[in-house]
């Protein structure tokens, strides 16, 4: 995999990780060894803490957060989050850039 993400990370192209970037520790933001340096990425549900840390940005790019359908009652039932009107303006959120 190290081999893999080091050739994405050398091409001359966008790069797009989807949830998490390979190679990022999604609870710390830590990389342990190799990690993709994404251009953008598209989590789900909910921004995993390891993708909102400080000195990831280069890992993460600017990120977007996909609603995938989980109702919002979960959301506040399991984990005290009111997002009720976060997916108004469409299924997907610009968290950062």
């Known amino acids: ?10 091409a001359d192209a966008p ?5 998490v970037p ?3 520790d999604a609870s710390t933001g830590g990389t342990p060894g190799a990690a993709i340096s994404a251009n953008a990425t ?6 995993k803490p390891g993708l909102v840390v400080r000195n990831v940005a ?3 790019g600017d990120l977007y957060l996909a ?3 989980v109702p919002a009652s979960l959301y506040r039932d399991a984990f005290g ?12 959120v610009r968290v950062t850039n």
Not at 1 to 10: H, T
Not at 81 to 92: A, T, Y
């Open 81 to 92: 989050f009111d997002v009720s009107d976060l997916f108004d303006e469409g299924d997907v």
């Open 58 to 60: 280069p890992f993460v």
């Open 67 to 69: 609603d995938i359908g």
């Open 22 to 24: 390979s190679g990022l």
């Open 15 to 19: 790069v797009v990780s989807l949830d």
């Open 1 to 10: 995999m190290a081999d893999l993400i080091g050739w994405a990370n050398a």
């Open 42 to 47: 598209m989590t789900l549900a909910l921004p």
